[in-house]
């Protein structure tokens, strides 16, 4: 069992930044791929970035890429989403994800565990 709590969603102008970060409760946080997707209003939820159990192994949304990170800290048991040269189209609720397995995986149904979720909205 895995509880995830995302944090540092708000309000930003296009062009801005902000970081989430993903808080990860369990002992074996090394064992579950991690990633971020995000929902807005009347769209499916979508895969933004993952990574693999020690963080070498990247994926990105072709929307997100060259402007967001992905990054990991398993001693923390953290996972930051570092959101840069933000648009209007990059508003949205953002989700922390587990996926069993220590390996990168873009595939939604992969993820057993999701957070709460966090607001990001963009204004133009």
């Known amino acids: 069992q895995v509880q995830l709590v995302e944090s540092g969603g708000g309000l930003v102008q296009a062009g801005g930044s902000l970081r989430l970060s993903c808080a990860a409760s369990?002992?074996?946080?090394?064992?579950?791929?991690m990633g971020w997707f995000r929902q807005a209003p009347g769209k499916e939820r979508e895969f933004v970035a993952g990574n693999n159990w020690n963080g070498r192994t990247t994926k990105y949304a072709d929307s997100v890429k060259g402007r967001f990170a992905i990054s990991r800290d398993n001693a923390k048991n953290t996972v930051d989403l570092q959101m840069n040269s933000l648009k209007p189209e990059d508003t949205a609720v953002y989700y922390c994800?587990?996926?069993?397995?220590?390996?990168?995986?873009?595939?939604?149904?992969?993820?057993?565990?999701w957070g709460q979720g966090t607001q990001v909205t963009v204004s133009s």
């Open positions: 369990g002992r074996t946080f090394i064992s579950y791929g």
């Open positions: 994800a587990a996926a069993p397995g220590m390996v990168v995986t873009t595939t939604l149904s992969r993820y057993d565990y």
